[in-house]
């Protein structure tokens, strides 16, 4: 079956470091892939997305690129804020039945500190 | 435009008692899941419709729980009788055609 592997958390950054979340996945056939985040007492917000092999998504600074080969779908982004401080879920969709059924990882909580 | 509107956002009940969760999905959207949330467990998909109709409900956790949509544009997650250990945070979420779900608030659900 599908799966999603994310690194544990918290991560804990200082403001304007460089942050990486790493997102490896297992899945049959050619899954879309997300990022998706959510802040305390919300829902998740889909923050990007990629289709295909090689697509990079990005959204708000942060990017993920689709890689095939090493089936990861890692979160980079340049320099982080404090409002940026949020758990982050790595997830892929498969098709079946008609729908858009989402395997997620277990997420990643993300600490910025000044 | 309106989101996935859910309801209540916080229900507190005692045990035993019956607990309704609703969820409007965003208009034109032909999909509708429902997810729950725990430190322990994580996000677990229960159930998912598709043209309301039940696609997959494999991960529904036992009989006291039951999902409905009677139209498109409302469904209901319900648990009878209600355990301390169905405490969770339970998300509403829907798409159209293969695109990115979209996310209710959740409802916080207590059961003492």
């Known amino acids: 079956g599908n799966s999603v592997t994310q690194m544990e958390g918290p991560v804990t950054l200082s403001e304007e470091a460089f942050l990486t979340i790493n997102c490896t996945y297992t899945?049959?056939?050619?899954?879309?892939l997300f990022w998706y985040v959510q802040y305390p007492g919300e829902g998740l917000q889909l923050l990007l997305k990629?289709?295909?092999?090689?697509d990079k998504g990005s959204n708000k600074g942060f990017e993920a690129t689709y890689r095939k080969e090493t089936t990861s779908f890692h979160l980079e982004k340049g320099s982080v804020q404090v409002s940026d401080s949020a758990v982050y879920f790595c997830?892929?969709?498969?098709?079946?039945?008609?729908?858009?059924?989402?395997?997620f990882g277990t997420g990643t909580q993300l600490k910025v500190e000044l | 435009d309106a989101g996935v509107i859910q309801s209540p956002r916080h229900e507190v009940t005692e045990m035993g008692q019956e607990v309704t969760l609703r969820c409007k999905p965003i208009?034109?959207?032909?999909?509708l899941f429902w997810y729950r949330q725990t430190m322990m467990r994580g996000l677990e998909l229960l159930i998912y419709?598709?043209?309301?109709?039940?696609?997959?409900d494999s991960g529904m956790p036992e009989d006291r729980f039951s999902a409905k949509m009677p139209n498109a544009s409302f469904s209901t997650l319900k648990i009878q009788p209600s355990e301390p250990r169905d405490s969770a945070v339970y998300f509403c979420?829907?798409?159209?055609?293969?695109?990115?779900?979209?996310f209710g608030d959740g409802t916080r659900l207590s059961i003492l």
């Open positions: 979420a829907s798409s159209f055609d293969g695109q990115p779900q979209h």
């Open positions: 899945a049959t056939g050619y899954p879309s």
């Open positions: 990629a289709t295909k092999a090689d």
């Open positions: 997830a892929l969709s498969d098709r079946t039945g008609g729908g858009n059924k989402l395997t």
């Open positions: 208009s034109g959207h032909n999909s």
């Open positions: 419709f598709n043209n309301n109709v039940p696609i997959d």
